[in-house]
């Protein structure tokens, strides 16, 4: 039920002339509250239609919703009760009107818990009923909120549709709050479509139909949203005009959930235009109302964003402190959406302050968080197109002959009604007459509170939405960034420049992995006898798998070198570390995984090469002749040989002498005219062709090669070869 414009003065009139006719009863209402009030009525009333319409007002009185949803039941079982012992049709249409209403309610009780089937359920059921009836206003409010959970779901195509559809009933009925709420839905999904401009048409169609009506928070949602869309096309000014008008309304209202809101957008504004002092400022009004009100859902969002601004003007102590705060209570409230955000912050945090390990830590928890939402996300699709089955397949069954008998049936309930009517009214007195009139003109009243709690509400929502959309838009972002991150750890277990500087002189490394991680790798360190290695590696898997793979692999090489200094020892030894690691990933025999390995060592003198090779092979180039290697047939790790020994061998060197180790992602990589393996064949012959070439020219011919025989195919393997000049 919606209230016109001017119906607040007049009904203020009516209860001041009610107060002094009933002064006796109108004490009663003075002395308790609005909620015992009903329950007091509720006690003396015998006719069930009035008990359903005093359950109703009790509902949307009561903001416990444990307390509610008890009424909620109750009103329920008394509409039903009704359907079943009184077949008269003016009592069937009542008792039908407010079991959809409580279909209603528990659609709405279900949604805030997250249950999107059993929501649709009895949002459906109540839109079912209201059809029956052909209640418009009912059928409108169904249909809006089945658009509103697919709003939250993010399927836009469906969610549209259902709001147009109620926008068409009521802009017949001509409800313009309806119309307003609709518009602004709609307004929304143009947003998040990137149509902006469509946006700010529907938004501004809303803003000013509720300055007509006088809808303050409505108003409010307007100039939200209105500021929202100016947010996105980067327009500051307009951004903070509109979210101050917004804030000044909210704070008028006295929603001081809202006021939170608006504080935390403005909050933001500043801190896109770097005034992190400013946006601090705000994100603490934010939390200090938050804190008041007991949202400690909002008290994440604000402590997350003080972390932020704190991060990014380098106060990291401040910055732990409000992450640490928002994890506890993320934690608390077991929430993946925050746990993950709040996550990514601690991770920046201990990136920034060198503790790479902790940061680590917290990059796997973000990373467990977001798996967790996308098996939400996966679950909630087939609700989708459930929903959607089911609606299409009642909307195919309706036919113009059923509508025409329900406006036939209509007529004559109307009619029986009015009759009745009649008569009951000639049998109250004129005492029992004015108690009901001012019993009415109460429930009118709550009325307009309802409406406002129930515009907070979808307010709140509309919010949530809102930062559920922004948080998907930033999921690519994060994404790129965990692995970027994801790069640098890595990078950071590699060999660096000015080691293979110092030792190898002329050299080369092309490294050029398949992802963004890899799965290959290169390591050198110096061993206890002072002698140099060098290492090229093919882990098990390749992206991120592979790549925490190899900071195992290399913290294993990095273990044995502390021990034993020749290559085929080393390997040994390596690969017992890594098979007795991996017996903890809970299978009954241990994970076999590992990698193939080459490791080179040369003496301090350069002029003699041992190494022990797991299927990477080793050439060397003399005198224009290609010198092969074998490796053995076996990887550093479980395998049916894995207790026989890894060769060594032993190589006099000769200055001149290039020597080279690689993977195999080259050879095997497809491409070429014929779309084939390049082929290891093929390789030493150009290995052999440009060897005479300095180091720097070998690994840019290689590049080339390599690009220009996998063209626009798809790289197969992550590729790395070492070259080194002697």
């Not at 002395?31 to 007002?57: A, F, N």
């Not at 009004?285 to 997350?304: A, F, P, V, Y």
């Not at 380098?314 to 209570?329: D, G, I, R």
Request: aromatic share 10%; charged share 30%.
């Amino acid at each position: 039920m919606f209230i016109i414009a001017g119906i607040l003065e007049k009904m203020k009139k009516l209860l001041y002339i009610l107060f002094l006719i009933t002064l006796s009863f109108s004490n009663i209402f003075c002395q308790i509250s609005e909620i015992d009030s009903l329950k007091q009525i509720l006690k003396t009333v015998k006719h069930d239609t009035v008990k359903l319409r005093l359950y109703s007002e009790m509902i949307n009185s009561e903001n416990d919703e444990k307390i509610w949803t008890l009424y909620n039941e109750e009103m329920k079982y008394t509409a039903e009760k009704l359907l079943s012992t009184h077949p008269k049709a003016p009592v069937v249409k009542t008792a039908k009107k407010y079991l959809a209403e409580s279909f209603n309610n528990k659609g709405i009780i279900f949604n805030n818990k997250g249950d999107i089937n059993r929501a649709l359920e009895f949002f459906g059921k109540s839109l079912k009923i209201e059809e029956e009836i052909g209640n418009k206003v009912g059928i409108a409010s169904a249909l809006n909120n089945i658009g509103f959970i697919y709003y939250n779901q993010g399927n836009i195509p469906m969610a549209l549709e259902f709001f147009s559809k109620s926008l068409r009933i009521e802009e017949e009925i001509e409800n313009k709050e309806g119309i307003a709420s609709t518009l602004n839905n709609i307004g929304m999904i143009y947003y998040h479509q990137g149509d902006i401009t469509k946006a700010l048409e529907y938004l501004n169609k809303g803003l000013k139909i509720r300055e007509q009506i006088q809808d303050k928070l409505g108003l409010a949602t307007s100039w939200n949203n209105i500021g929202t869309v100016y947010k996105k096309r980067g327009e500051t000014l307009k951004v903070l005009e509109c979210f101050s008008k917004s804030l000044e309304i909210q704070e008028e209202i006295g929603n001081k959930r809202g006021v939170a809101m608006c504080l935390n957008n403005i909050g933001f504004v500043y801190l896109d235009n770097g005034d992190v002092n400013k946006a601090s400022e705000f994100f603490s009004k934010s939390l200090k109302i938050q804190d008041e009100i007991g949202d400690k859902k909002g008290m994440t969002h604000s402590m997350n964003n003080l972390g932020n601004a704190y991060l990014t003007i380098n106060q990291p102590m401040k910055a732990k402190a409000y992450f640490e705060k928002s994890y506890q209570l993320s934690k608390e409230l077991g929430n993946p959406e925050n746990i993950e955000v709040v996550a990514n912050g601690l991770k920046r945090l201990y990136e920034k302050l060198g503790n790479y390990r902790l940061a680590y830590n917290y990059y796997k928890e973000e990373m467990l968080m977001r798996d967790s939402l996308k098996n939400e996300a996966n679950y909630r699709v087939s609700i989708q197109q459930r929903a959607k089955y089911e609606y299409e397949k009642k909307a195919a069954t309706d036919s113009i002959a059923n509508a025409k008998e329900k406006e036939i049936k209509n007529a004559e309930i109307a009619k029986q009604y009015a009759q009745i009517k009649v008569k009951r009214f000639q049998q109250y007195g004129l005492i029992g007459g004015l108690v009901l009139v001012l019993v009415f003109a109460g429930f009118v009243f709550n009325r307009l509170k309802v409406t406002q709690r129930q515009k907070v509400i979808i307010e709140e929502q509309k919010q949530e939405v809102e930062q559920q959309k922004e948080l998907v838009e930033e999921k690519h972002k994060e994404i790129t960034d965990s692995i970027n991150y994801a790069e640098r750890i890595q990078r950071s277990f590699l060999a660096t420049t000015e080691i293979l500087d110092n030792h190898l002189k002329e050299y080369f490394v092309f490294f050029q992995p398949k992802d963004v991680v890899s799965g290959d790798f290169y390591w050198a360190g110096e061993l206890n006898n002072g002698n140099f290695a060098f290492s090229c590696a093919d882990s098990t898997g390749h992206g991120v798998p592979g790549a925490i793979m190899s900071i195992l692999n290399i913290s294993s090489l990095e273990k044995s070198i502390e021990k034993y200094s020749e290559p085929d020892t080393i390997l040994n030894e390596t690969r017992k570390i890594i098979i007795e690691r991996l017996k903890k990933d809970g299978s009954i025999e241990g994970g076999k995984d590992g990698m193939d390995c080459s490791l080179l060592v040369i003496n301090n003198e350069r002029t003699e090469l041992s190494f022990a090779a797991a299927n990477n092979p080793v050439f060397i180039v003399r005198n224009n002749e290609l010198l092969e290697f074998k490796p053995d047939k076996m990887p550093v790790g479980k395998h049916d040989k894995d207790i026989d020994s890894f060769t060594s061998h032993n190589i006099m060197l000769k200055k001149g002498d290039v020597i080279y180790t690689l993977t195999d992602g080259f050879p095997d990589q497809f491409g070429g005219s014929k779309g084939k393996k390049y082929m290891i064949k093929n390789l030493k012959e150009y290995l052999l062709q440009i060897s005479e070439l300095t180091m720097l020219e070998q690994k840019q011919r290689l590049t080339n090669e390599f690009n220009v025989w996998k063209g626009k195919s798809e790289q197969v393997d992550d590729v790395c070869i070492i070259g080194v000049r002697i």
